[in-house]
């Protein structure tokens, strides 16, 4: 299956403060999904993007997805307490039913 | 709107006792179904996953086991369980589209 490649393992920030998260593959990718698992909870779908070069906005959030297909990342814009939680991203195999996870970003928001 | 359901929310067994995971969707027909165990602030691993009834993938094999008795259950078991079982474990759906769409989760501890 598809390796990626989650960094940095841990982020702490000052609220206000901007955070991004990086994913890498070795290979191509045929998508690129990304998860928010807040404390004690499970993973919620946030995007999915399957372009190359691909941009998208939630809100604070802008996910982009590299021109080689090989990496995206997850910009949070002046962080915020409930932005708190691990982000994952993950991938998925053209015609495969199996998702590949990174091993997560865990950021805390400091007030 | 599609649901889905875990229980027990929360589970404490001794090592060498029997379990039995239960997860249900409701809203969606023919689900891809699928069971992860993520351990205490680590990643997601994929344990099985099911694209029909009785039809059960095992990604890493160990001494669980799964089944899928109807369309929208998914059931997670182990005839005797180890220490190392303890975990995190997440059901989740995927209809047409990639993304996967998870339960709450059951938090397993075995002692």
């Known amino acids: 299956g598809q390796q990626v490649m989650q960094i940095p393992q841990y982020q702490h920030v000052q609220e206000g403060e901007d955070f991004t998260t990086y994913c890498n593959s070795s290979t191509t990718l045929s998508n690129i999904q990304w998860y928010k698992q807040r404390p004690g909870g499970h993973p919620v779908f946030l995007i999915q993007?399957?372009?190359?070069?691909e941009v998208k906005k939630q809100k604070r959030l802008t996910f982009q997805f590299g021109e080689a297909k090989k990496n995206s990342s997850l910009h949070i814009t002046a962080t915020q307490t409930t932005d708190v939680g691990t982000y994952f991203c993950?991938?998925?195999?053209?015609?495969?039913?199996?998702?590949?996870f990174g091993k997560g970003t865990k950021l805390s928001v400091i007030p | 709107s599609q649901t889905i359901h875990q229980w027990p929310a929360t589970l404490v067994q001794p090592v060498g006792s029997p379990l039995s995971l239960e997860c249900t969707v409701e809203g969606t027909s023919n689900p891809n179904l699928y069971w992860y165990r993520q351990a205490a602030g680590r990643g997601l691993q994929l344990l099985f996953y099911s694209v029909g009834i009785g039809q059960i993938s095992s990604e890493v094999p160990q001494n669980l086991s799964a089944s899928r008795p109807q369309d929208r259950q998914f059931i997670l078991s182990s005839k005797k369980l180890l220490l190392s079982d303890s975990g995190f474990y997440l059901c989740?759906?995927?209809?047409?589209?990639?993304?996967?769409?998870f339960g709450p989760g059951t938090r397993l501890t075995v002692l």
């Open positions: 989740a759906w995927r209809r047409g589209g990639n993304e996967q769409f």
């Open positions: 993007l399957v372009k190359s070069g």
């Open positions: 993950a991938s998925s195999g053209a015609g495969s039913y199996q998702l590949t």
